[in-house]
């Protein structure tokens, strides 16, 4: 297992940024398939960007040219910069394994946009 800690997000107005980090405990990070996943309430978590352990990277049609993640294997860290926010990217972010993740999260960050 790994312990997930993220970080970085807040109350931003549309059109601007935030970038969201996620420091990982565990020797299994850098031989995993990272990614970004969002959940509002009331409706199921939602995968938004993933990152091979080679950096190759994959994003979800409602973020794609606007999200961009990438990940430092030496530091054990994931971050997703996040361009052209939304009020509907307004979320709790959580970073995990992905496709698959861990049976744990983190805390995850809130990310609000206001219009």
């Known amino acids: 297992q790994v312990q997930l800690e993220e970080s970085g997000g807040g109350l931003v107005q549309a059109g601007g940024s935030l970038r969201l980090s996620c420091a990982a405990a565990?020797?299994?990070?850098?031989?995993?398939?990272m990614g970004w996943y969002r959940q509002v309430p009331g409706k199921q978590r939602e995968l938004v960007a993933t990152?091979?352990?080679?950096?190759?990277?994959n994003y979800a049609d409602s973020v794609k040219g606007r999200f961009t993640i990438s990940r430092d294997n030496a530091k054990n860290t994931v971050y997703l910069q996040m361009n052209s926010l939304k009020p509907e990217d307004t979320a709790v972010y959580y970073c995990?394994?992905?496709?698959?993740?861990?049976?744990?999260w983190g805390q995850g960050t809130q990310v609000t946009v206001s219009s």
């Open positions: 995990n394994k992905a496709p698959w993740p861990f049976g744990s």
């Open positions: 565990g020797s299994i990070f850098r031989t995993t398939t």
């Open positions: 990152i091979t352990t080679g950096g190759g990277t």
